[in-house]
């Protein structure tokens, strides 16, 4: 994941996600913060790496929590984060670091999250482990880590090599091609962006993108979770409360930091 990946997605990511359901998905961090952490949400410190735009921050803060930071790779992504968090009315810190550089983020925190299968642009062992250990670092003692990733299962079987995506708004409208390769050996996904932004009907943008992932397998994740100090806590699809099965595409999984780590 390099640092200009999502430079000119950013600018169009808030419509391109218009219709995400960020209420929903913070409402299920909360509740996962609520069983699993000890602190109250007033006073807990919680860090959302690869934060975006910060709209599930911005969703926490209307919850009630007061002490929130974010850091995302992408400079304009932050941007426009402190944008849409400016009157927030919680202390929302944000920084501009990848996964890789998150051990530079200030303090410690009870809580970290990663949303939208961020960890799945973390492409190789060495800077996968090296995220799950900064995150590790990041955590007070018991603090919990809450993410989502793409299930190798789903993703070999059910993945669609072409896709195409519209949204409008008023009178702009973004229409994304996507174009998905596997390369089943290395458990890596390259997709490519073709995306065309018009306003009256006039196409005024086009631009193209390179993205590439890893999927992951779960003992391989168990195994890079054990590796950097934690215990997996919970395990479910994203968003739902029930148990995993082999081809759900998103999982969710709460990592306590070991004591003895």
Known sequence: MSATQFNTYAKFYNLFYKDKDYPKEAGYIHALVQKYSTKNKKDLHLLDLACGTGRHLLELSKMGYQHLSGSDIAAPMIEVAKKNTADSGSEIKLYNYSFQQADQVPGKFDVVTSMFSAVNYIVTFEDQLKTFRNIHGLLEKDGIFIFDYWNGNAVTRDYSPVKILRKQDEDSEIVRISETSLDLIGQNVTV??????????QKTIEFREVHHLHYYYFSE??????????????LSPFTEDRAVEPYDWNISIVAQKRNDS
């Open 221 to 234: 994740m168990k195994n890079l979770l054990e590796i950097a100090g934690f215990d997996i806590i919970h």
């Open 192 to 201: 490519n962006y073709t995306c065309i932004f018009l306003e009256n009907q």
